[in-house]
Nanobody
Framework: QEQLVESGGGSVQAGGSLRLSCAASGYAIRGSCMAWFRQAPGKEREGVAAIDGRGSIKYAASVKGRFTISQDNGDDTLYLLMNNLKPADTGEYFC???????????????????WGQGTQVTVSS
């Protein structure tokens, strides 16, 4: 059974850093389209960053230059390093995957079939 499990969330002050991890089980992430999404209370889900099996990466404009997405194919783990965090980055962060690779808009959640349960990130001012 394909499963994604996120970890690494927490509470930090503005300007701080966190690294999120997403461990995949049941399949190899090599060749998959992998992404991070977030959702703040009362807001729609937002694509944050995505990476395809060939190394192409997309970032939301709001996080570009501050967040870095990466993956370890040996451990089947996806990462999101978040620097210079802002209160606007607060939300539940989810990783998502599509085993057949990325198609269309990498940051559109409709393009993903497997989702993790989420990890909370809270940034205080």
């Amino acid at each position: 059974q394909e499963q994604l499990v996120e970890s690494g969330g927490g509470s930090v002050q503005a300007g701080g850093s966190l690294r999120l991890s997403c461990a995949a089980s049941g399949y190899a992430i090599r060749g998959s389209c992998m992404a991070w999404f977030r959702q703040a209370p009362g807001k729609e889900r937002e694509g944050v960053a995505a990476i395809d099996g060939r190394g192409s990466i997309k970032y939301a404009a709001s996080v570009k230059g501050r967040f870095t997405i990466s993956q370890d194919n040996g451990d089947d783990t996806l990462y999101l390093l978040m620097n210079n965090l802002k209160p606007a980055d607060t939300g539940e962060y989810f990783c998502a995957a599509h085993p057949d690779g990325c198609f269309g808009n990498f940051l559109n959640g409709d393009n993903y079939v497997t989702w993790g349960q989420g990890t909370q990130v809270t940034v205080s001012s």
